[in-house]
């Protein structure tokens, strides 16, 4: 075995920790009595309340430090140390030396567990010449989704298999859009190609009763079930980010103990926030022609498109002015400004999802300077807020939702382009198991964002504050001309079976608009009441 592991030292180099300092990341910091533990034992997290996690697998209970490996229990998600501390730390982390005897005893223990499993989804049989970031594909998903991960790469020498996963249930992935590292085992069944083709239901009064009971459970065949577990309707300023109140002084006049210093840095640190908010939004996304001219969703931003190749497009000399300050300036409109905002919102739309295709994208839509800027006053206004967005973030994270699943529900039930309410809507909880076989069934939580900012700020925030990756452009609402009641009231229209429907803010207006359509509310203003989402998921 000795010669087994120093045979493996140059494949474990850059993965196992060798510094002897302590590590942030370490919970427990185990000091070489990992082995006293096995699959399944329960952990203690600082931070996160006993009976949350029990250790996984990988190495007979999981690694040191940043590599140490949890299960957690309430949803069954795979959870790597580092991801306790991700967008607070973003320094390397360090840990504890591995011992190689530790290594050795658990390297032959969990060889003779995975090597029974078959490919689950199927993916290439021999991954001998693949390396990690190399992309994957995954049946039911479209290409460029998946990067091969990094564990296990030990077992190249053992028993010739990945650089980057395994085969099997225990392939391990990287999701290119969120950066979540996703196990074989956790991916749904792959998409029907027939149901992929499936053309969007055309929704009629008439009709209504039909969608409802289909978009969530299935197709008219009975195929490729997908559940809805929890939508979760977010706010965003003074909820999931500290923005507004910090230009207007709002939070510091109500926070107690905060020195003149720290208020007077945390406004000049907003005010350089919200010089890249709208540098991004007018010199990338339009809005000096966009201004005035908000729209409520992408679906009614795009309502308007005639379809035209925009290659040689002149947007600067197509006569498209901005309206600020104008609320009523959709009814000042004319027929061709209409086509002329939705060419711009078609670029707008598309540049959100080059962001959502991972870092590279992000700062292809950005710009270098601006993403750094940006991460380092936010970053700065963490440190001043309790780690407000850096908790909020990491809260998101756990949220489980798969961006496939949520466009195949689109097509069963498109997003409306004009607003509507139904008088005495209500959300009726579903209880037990639907008919389906959970073998069946793919599962989804589902975040949707309402906010009473513009379309195009809200996007850009959405990119510099890092909160894309959770939140699919169709789940993206501007409440500003229509209200929160009416974004809620199609939110409910669009995904009624989903088990629980759940808002979260900071006003009034949200909590009373959730409370009318019988959603439930959680109020956020302090970052501790986070920990209170955490625990109503669970």
């Known amino acids: 075995m000795e010669k087994v592991i120093e045979k493996l030292a140059p494949h474990l180099k850059g993965y196992i920790p060798v510094s002897s300092e302590p590590s942030i990341y370490d919970a427990p910091a185990m000091q070489g009595a990992q082995m006293a533990y096995k699959p399944g034992d329960p952990v203690s997290v600082p931070g996160h309340p006993d009976g949350t996690y029990s250790f996984g697998m990988p190495f007979a209970g999981g690694w040191y430090g940043q590599h140490q490996y949890y299960i957690e229990n309430s949803t069954g998600l795979t959870v790597w140390a580092s991801q306790f501390n991700q967008g607070v730390a973003r320094s390397t982390p360090r840990a504890p030396a591995a011992n190689p005897k530790m290594i050795g005893a658990a390297i032959a223990a969990a060889a003779t567990q995975i090597l029974v499993y078959t490919p689950v989804p199927s993916a290439p049989a021999d991954f001998s010449n693949f390396k990690v970031g190399d992309p994957v594909s995954i049946p039911g998903y479209p290409d460029g989704t998946f ?195 939705s060419l711009r919102y078609r670029l707008v739309l598309q540049k959100y999802k080059q962001a959502k295709t991972g870092v590279d994208g992000l700062k292809n839509v950005l710009g270098d300077s601006e993403l750094s800027g940006a991460e380092a006053a936010i970053d700065a206004v963490n440190s001043l807020t309790d780690n407000w967005m850096a908790t909020a973030e990491e809260l998101l994270a756990k949220i489980w939702q798969y961006d496939t699943l949520i466009e195949q529900l689109c097509k069963r039930v498109p997003p409306n382009a004009v607003p509507e309410t139904e008088p005495g809507m209500k959300f009726v909880r579903k209880s037990g198991e639907t008919n389906a076989s959970e073998a069946e069934t793919m599962k989804t939580n589902i975040n949707v964002l309402v906010t009473n900012g513009e379309l195009v700020p809200t996007v850009v925030k959405l990119m510099l504050f890092g909160l894309h990756r959770h939140f699919h452009p169709s789940c993206i609402y501007s409440s500003r001309e229509v209200g929160k009641q009416t974004c809620f009231a199609e939110i409910l229209r669009r995904f009624s079976n989903a088990r629980e429907i759940v808002a979260i803010g900071d006003s009034q207006e949200e909590e009373i608009a959730a409370k009318s359509l019988d959603f439930s509310f959680l109020k956020v203003s302090d970052p501790s009441d986070f920990r209170t989402v955490q625990a109503f998921l669970q």
């Open 147 to 341: 990067t091969f991960g990094v564990c296990f790469v030990l077992f190249v020498v053992i028993c010739d298999m990945a650089k980057g996963g395994f085969s099997g249930e225990y392939a391990y992935y990287i999701n290119t859009t969120s950066q979540q590292s996703v196990w074989a085992s956790q991916l749904p069944p792959p998409l029907k190609d027939e149901e992929t083709e499936e053309p969007p239901i055309q929704e009629t009064p008439a009709k209504r009763q039909k969608i409802e009971s289909t978009a969530t459970d299935s197709n008219e065949d009975g195929q490729s079930n997908i559940r809805v577990s929890t939508v979760l309707i977010w706010d965003l300023d003074e909820t999931l980010i500290i923005f507004n109140s910090l230009l207007t002084g709002s939070f510091m006049h109500n926070k107690e103990g905060l020195s003149a210093e720290t208020s007077k840095a945390l406004s000049g640190l907003a005010g350089k926030l919200e010089s890249l908010v709208y540098q991004v939004a007018e010199d990338k996304l339009f809005f000096k022609s966009l201004e005035g001219r908000n729209r409520w969703n992408f679906e009614a931003a795009l309502s308007h498109d005639d379809g035209r190749d925009l290659t040689n497009y002149d947007f600067d000399n197509d006569g498209l002015q901005g309206l600020p300050g104008d609320s009523s300036s959709q009814r000042k409109e004319t027929a061709g400004d209409m086509v002329k905002a």
